[in-house]
């Protein structure tokens, strides 16, 4: 069961196009996150939001560009990227801490991002 | 530093056959614990989880047991099934951030 939505499930796209990614949560939660996981890597931490500001931008190149106009929803901006960027692109939510750092995250299905 | 370490994969088993996937972790403070499993062409999903010290998670046949004095957090099953074939990561918290930090995986596959 998952109350995390990501559309599109597939993309593919040239190193000139603009696309974003939806996330969509369900839960009530008020952080949202995206993660990228690329194969035989540890997922990568890309950014945080908590009540929609964002506390957490992990050095990720400006070609990426996240928005988060609500806490339900978060999207992910994509233009000029490389062929490296290709990989799948997860969105998880939580509650905030405070539960003192004990919440759970829960993961959307993934977009896989495949860039030509 | 804040790190979580998982045994390299893949791990192949037969059916009925027991499991052990190993995680271990640093940290300072007292981190939650978590498993998750990624199955083929889907997103991570929550296994179980332990909050504190000597906490045992458990689901769907699957336990670990959160070990301060080993900073292990161990995942076993006593009887894999072939539905159990997925990717297995082992995460963590820290205390008061939104951070979690995962380890890099382990892929089981199980065979009929």
């Known amino acids: 069961e998952t109350g995390v939505t990501q559309t599109p499930r597939h993309l593919v796209m040239g190193m000139t196009n603009k696309k974003s990614l939806k996330c969509e949560q369900h839960?009530?939660?008020?952080?949202m996150y995206w993660y990228k996981q690329s194969a035989k890597k540890p997922l990568e931490l890309m950014f945080v939001y908590n009540f929609k500001e964002q506390t957490e931008n992990n050095s990720v190149p400006s070609r990426f560009s996240p928005e988060c106009p609500n806490s339900s929803h978060l999207f992910l901006h994509l233009h000029t990227l490389q062929p490296e960027d290709s990989a799948l692109y997860l969105c998880a939510s939580s509650q905030t801490p405070l539960e003192g750092g004990k919440g759970t995250q829960y993961f959307g299905p993934g977009t896989r991002l495949t860039v030509l | 530093g804040n790190s979580v370490t998982q045994m390299e994969g893949p791990v192949t088993l037969s059916e009925e056959a027991f499991l052990t996937i190993n995680c271990t972790y640093t940290?300072?403070?007292?981190?939650?614990l978590f498993w998750y499993v990624q199955y083929p062409g889907e997103g991570l999903q929550l296994l179980l989880k332990a909050t504190k010290a000597d906490d045992k998670g458990s689901n769907k046949g699957f336990e670990a047991t959160y070990r301060k004095e080993t900073t292990s957090f161990h995942l076993e099953k006593g009887s894999v099934q072939v539905s159990d074939s997925a990717v297995y990561f082992c995460a963590r918290t820290t205390s008061g951030t939104y951070k979690y930090i995962f380890g890099t995986g382990t892929r089981l596959k199980v065979l009929a």
């Open positions: 839960l009530g939660h008020n952080a």
């Open positions: 940290a300072t403070g007292y981190p939650s």
